[in-house]
């Protein structure tokens, strides 16, 4: 198939041997949608959970066969980790014919620029998530961690989720999403205007103001009941979503 110029970022697909709907979802969307495109960017949360490349889990082996066999079809495929799939690894990609890209990764399309990121970096009003993330990100914490038996990662994971969602239950809605001064101030480091992001399951496209100067939050949407891709090409970008 001939690819056109295009485009596609997802995020937040949190693919899980318990969502099969969603991996299905995914399959028809790499069939109708990426096929056709010259890149895909998945920025982070692909998987629900991710511990290690080392886990000889079958889910996961399916979901890289359907990627490399984008990549085989000459799409490229750039993957961003997430909160949720920070220790996937350079194996795993290998194996996806996919690279690893880090945030804040600088997309230069079209005579247009985009930040990409995942988000939760952003979420800094939440005290609690930053210092875990702080602890997680840590490459010492995580050699370790990697070097822990599989059952032990895991049950590390199961206990970092349930206590996850027992905080953010008790958290003010803002608190989890990301902090507007950060957004500007990451923007301006890296001379960008638009930042696109997911993590925070809010889609939508914000306006943002640089002392008069126009710029862009664009929130990819996370895939439950609807799935959601950004599209970019010469004419702009554009959200879409579909039924899942
Ligand atoms: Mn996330």
Redesign the pocket.
């Known amino acids: 198939m001939t690819k056109t110029d295009s485009i596609l970022c997802i995020s937040?697909l949190h693919l899980s041997p318990e969502r099969p709907d969603v991996f299905q979802a995914f399959r028809s969307f790499l069939n109708n949608k990426a096929e056709s495109a010259s890149d895909l960017f998945i920025l982070?949360?692909f998987f629900n959970l991710w511990i290690g490349d080392d886990d000889p889990d079958a889910f996961s082996g399916q979901v890289a066969n359907a990627l490399a066999a984008l990549a085989d079809s000459g799409t490229n495929i750039h993957i961003m980790h997430?909160?949720?799939d920070f220790l996937l690894g350079e194996k795993f990609c290998e194996t996806c014919r996919a690279s690893l890209i880090h945030e804040p990764y600088v997309l230069s399309c079209f005579g247009r620029e985009y930040l990409l990121m995942?988000?939760?970096s952003l979420c800094t009003r939440d005290n609690d998530y930053m210092a875990f993330r702080a602890m997680v990100r840590n490459p010492q914490w995580q050699s370790d961690f990697l070097s822990r038996p599989l059952s032990e990662r895991q049950a590390f994971a199961n206990e970092a989720r349930a206590k996850s969602k027992s905080m953010s239950s008790n958290k003010a809605e803002d608190i989890m999403d990301v902090s507007p001064e950060d957004v500007i101030k990451v923007l301006s480091d890296h001379q960008q205007k638009t930042l696109i992001h997911?993590?925070t399951h809010r889609p939508d496209i914000h306006a943002l103001d640089f002392s008069g100067t126009p710029g862009l939050r664009i929130v990819l949407g996370d895939w439950d009941k609807k799935g959601w891709y950004l599209k970019i090409s010469q004419e702009g970008h554009e959200m879409q979503d579909f039924a899942i």
């Open positions: 937040d982070g949360d997430g909160n949720r995942h988000g939760d997911g993590h």
